[in-house]
Protein backbone atom coordinates (compact mmCIF):
# COMPACT_ATOMS: atom_id res chain seq x y z
CA UNK A 1 0.00 0.00 0.00
CA UNK A 2 1.25 3.10 -1.08
CA UNK A 3 0.48 6.50 -0.41
CA UNK A 4 -0.29 9.48 -2.87
CA UNK A 5 2.22 12.17 -3.16
CA UNK A 6 0.04 15.61 -1.64
CA UNK A 7 -2.24 13.01 0.32
CA UNK A 8 -2.66 14.16 3.77
CA UNK A 9 -1.93 11.27 6.08
CA UNK A 10 -1.44 10.69 9.94
CA UNK A 11 1.78 9.14 11.79
CA UNK A 12 0.71 7.89 15.05
CA UNK A 13 3.28 6.62 17.98
CA UNK A 14 1.84 3.52 19.88
CA UNK A 15 2.78 2.50 23.54
CA UNK A 16 0.87 -0.41 24.14
CA UNK A 17 -2.74 0.29 23.91
CA UNK A 18 -2.44 3.89 23.59
CA UNK A 19 -1.97 6.64 20.82
CA UNK A 20 0.52 8.65 22.30
CA UNK A 21 1.46 11.19 19.38
CA UNK A 22 -0.49 11.93 16.18
CA UNK A 23 0.88 14.29 13.90
CA UNK A 24 -0.68 15.05 9.96
CA UNK A 25 1.86 15.12 7.57
CA UNK A 26 1.62 15.81 3.54
CA UNK A 27 3.54 12.68 1.69
CA UNK A 28 6.58 13.99 -0.49
CA UNK A 29 7.23 10.89 -2.11
CA UNK A 30 6.69 7.46 -1.23
CA UNK A 31 8.92 4.22 -3.08
CA UNK A 32 11.86 2.15 -2.18
CA UNK A 33 13.80 4.61 -0.90
CA UNK A 34 11.20 5.45 1.93
CA UNK A 35 8.36 7.89 2.82
CA UNK A 36 9.15 11.30 2.86
CA UNK A 37 6.64 13.85 4.73
CA UNK A 38 6.07 17.20 5.16
CA UNK A 39 4.97 18.62 8.42
CA UNK A 40 4.50 22.67 8.06
CA UNK A 41 4.01 25.25 11.07
CA UNK A 42 0.47 25.48 11.87
CA UNK A 43 -0.04 21.79 10.83
CA UNK A 44 -2.25 19.13 13.17
CA UNK A 45 -0.69 17.51 15.78
CA UNK A 46 -1.76 15.67 19.40
CA UNK A 47 -0.15 14.15 21.97
CA UNK A 48 -1.38 12.46 25.55
CA UNK A 49 -2.22 14.13 28.42
CA UNK A 50 -3.78 13.20 31.81
CA UNK A 51 -5.90 15.34 33.75
CA UNK A 52 -3.62 17.00 36.13
CA UNK A 53 -1.55 17.89 32.28
CA UNK A 54 1.43 15.26 32.41
CA UNK A 55 2.65 14.08 29.47
CA UNK A 56 4.18 11.34 27.89
CA UNK A 57 7.18 12.77 29.11
CA UNK A 58 6.40 13.09 32.24
CA UNK A 59 4.99 9.61 33.33
CA UNK A 60 4.31 6.23 31.13
CA UNK A 61 0.48 6.12 29.96
CA UNK A 62 -0.19 3.32 32.39
CA UNK A 63 0.40 5.15 35.31
CA UNK A 64 -1.85 8.66 34.18
CA UNK A 65 -4.99 9.45 35.20
CA UNK A 66 -7.43 9.39 32.14
CA UNK A 67 -5.18 9.69 29.44
CA UNK A 68 -6.51 11.62 26.20
CA UNK A 69 -5.03 12.58 23.01
CA UNK A 70 -5.26 17.03 23.18
CA UNK A 71 -4.93 18.27 19.21
CA UNK A 72 -2.83 21.58 18.90
CA UNK A 73 -1.08 23.60 16.28
CA UNK A 74 2.40 22.41 15.60
CA UNK A 75 4.92 25.39 16.42
CA UNK A 76 8.67 26.65 15.81
CA UNK A 77 9.75 24.70 12.28
CA UNK A 78 8.41 23.16 9.51
CA UNK A 79 9.76 19.20 9.30
CA UNK A 80 10.91 16.99 6.53
CA UNK A 81 10.76 13.54 7.49
CA UNK A 82 12.67 10.13 6.03
CA UNK A 83 10.97 7.19 7.06
CA UNK A 84 12.97 4.44 5.47
CA UNK A 85 11.32 1.02 5.23
CA UNK A 86 12.72 -1.53 8.69
CA UNK A 87 14.50 1.23 9.75
CA UNK A 88 14.65 1.67 13.74
CA UNK A 89 14.56 5.60 13.45
CA UNK A 90 13.25 8.74 11.04
CA UNK A 91 15.26 11.60 10.26
CA UNK A 92 13.90 15.03 9.98
CA UNK A 93 15.16 18.19 8.42
CA UNK A 94 14.19 21.24 10.50
CA UNK A 95 13.58 24.26 8.43
CA UNK A 96 13.05 27.75 10.25
CA UNK A 97 11.42 30.37 7.71
CA UNK A 98 12.05 28.54 5.37
CA UNK A 99 16.18 27.92 6.01
CA UNK A 100 17.41 24.37 6.64
CA UNK A 101 18.30 24.51 10.28
CA UNK A 102 19.42 21.00 11.21
CA UNK A 103 17.87 17.72 12.04
CA UNK A 104 16.46 15.42 14.25
CA UNK A 105 16.86 11.75 14.55
CA UNK A 106 14.20 9.91 16.47
CA UNK A 107 14.78 6.93 17.35
CA UNK A 108 12.08 4.51 17.02
CA UNK A 109 10.43 1.10 15.53
CA UNK A 110 10.32 0.19 12.18
CA UNK A 111 7.33 1.60 10.86
CA UNK A 112 4.03 -0.14 9.72
CA UNK A 113 1.35 1.31 7.50
CA UNK A 114 -2.15 1.39 8.47
CA UNK A 115 -5.71 2.97 6.76
CA UNK A 116 -5.00 6.30 6.60
CA UNK A 117 -1.19 6.89 7.65
CA UNK A 118 1.50 4.64 9.51
CA UNK A 119 2.14 3.70 13.22
CA UNK A 120 5.44 3.13 15.16
CA UNK A 121 7.03 3.76 18.99
CA UNK A 122 9.09 5.92 20.12
CA UNK A 123 11.95 5.02 21.55
CA UNK A 124 12.62 7.92 23.66
CA UNK A 125 16.17 8.46 22.84
CA UNK A 126 16.75 11.29 20.51
CA UNK A 127 19.93 12.79 18.58
CA UNK A 128 19.77 16.66 17.82
CA UNK A 129 22.47 17.65 14.81
CA UNK A 130 23.05 20.74 13.69
CA UNK A 131 23.49 22.35 10.19
CA UNK A 132 27.10 21.68 10.34
CA UNK A 133 26.73 18.25 11.61
CA UNK A 134 27.49 18.63 15.45
CA UNK A 135 25.16 16.65 17.15
CA UNK A 136 24.21 15.51 21.03
CA UNK A 137 21.73 12.96 22.75
CA UNK A 138 18.55 14.10 23.73
CA UNK A 139 16.08 12.78 26.58
CA UNK A 140 19.00 10.49 27.52
CA UNK A 141 17.71 10.58 30.83
CA UNK A 142 13.91 10.12 30.23
CA UNK A 143 15.18 7.27 28.33
CA UNK A 144 17.31 5.32 30.94
CA UNK A 145 14.62 5.78 33.14
CA UNK A 146 12.32 3.59 31.54
CA UNK A 147 14.85 0.72 31.21
CA UNK A 148 12.55 -2.11 32.65
CA UNK A 149 9.08 -0.89 32.52
CA UNK A 150 6.99 -3.40 30.53
CA UNK A 151 5.84 -0.77 28.36
CA UNK A 152 8.67 0.51 26.84
CA UNK A 153 12.02 -1.84 26.89
CA UNK A 154 14.72 -4.08 29.07
CA UNK A 155 18.10 -3.96 29.19
CA UNK A 156 18.83 -5.79 25.76
CA UNK A 157 16.06 -3.30 24.08
CA UNK A 158 17.69 -0.61 25.62
CA UNK A 159 20.73 -1.53 24.53
CA UNK A 160 19.92 -2.06 20.96
CA UNK A 161 17.87 1.40 20.77
CA UNK A 162 21.14 2.92 21.67
CA UNK A 163 23.18 0.74 19.16
CA UNK A 164 21.00 2.37 16.49
CA UNK A 165 21.86 5.66 17.87
CA UNK A 166 25.34 4.72 17.55
CA UNK A 167 25.17 3.57 13.80
CA UNK A 168 23.17 6.60 13.27
CA UNK A 169 25.88 9.49 14.63
CA UNK A 170 28.46 7.35 12.62
CA UNK A 171 26.36 8.47 8.84
CA UNK A 172 26.34 12.02 10.52
CA UNK A 173 29.82 12.24 11.57
CA UNK A 174 30.98 10.97 7.66
CA UNK A 175 28.72 13.42 6.30
CA UNK A 176 26.59 10.20 4.64
CA UNK A 177 23.12 10.46 3.69
CA UNK A 178 21.14 11.82 5.07
CA UNK A 179 23.40 14.03 6.14
CA UNK A 180 25.58 14.61 3.19
CA UNK A 181 23.16 18.11 2.12
CA UNK A 182 20.22 15.87 0.47
CA UNK A 183 17.26 17.99 1.07
CA UNK A 184 18.45 21.23 2.63
CA UNK A 185 16.58 23.24 0.11
CA UNK A 186 13.52 21.38 0.16
CA UNK A 187 10.48 23.91 -0.56
CA UNK A 188 6.70 22.98 -0.18
CA UNK A 189 4.90 22.15 -3.23
CA UNK A 190 2.23 24.90 -4.12
CA UNK A 191 -0.87 24.55 -3.64
CA UNK A 192 -0.36 22.75 -0.89
CA UNK A 193 -2.80 23.35 2.35
CA UNK A 194 -1.92 22.74 5.79
CA UNK A 195 -2.45 19.11 7.23
CA UNK A 196 -5.13 18.79 9.13
CA UNK A 197 -6.54 15.59 11.36
CA UNK A 198 -9.30 13.58 9.73
CA UNK A 199 -12.27 13.89 11.75
CA UNK A 200 -12.65 11.63 15.23
CA UNK A 201 -9.18 12.09 16.02
CA UNK A 202 -8.12 10.39 19.54
Known sequence: ???????????????GSWRTWAQAMRVVADDDDGLVLWQPV???????????????????????????????????????MLMRPGAA??????????VFDGWYVNLEAPFARVDGGVVTTDSVLDIVVTAGRDWRWKDAAEFDGHIGDPLYYD??????????GDRVVKLIEAGDFPFDGTHTGFRAGSGWDTPRFPEGIR
Open 155 to 164: RAGAAAIRAE
Open 42 to 80: GADFATIVDADGKTGHDLSPARMREPRLVSRRWEHVDLL
Open 89 to 98: HSVWWMFADG
Open 1 to 15: MRFEVGQTITRSYLR
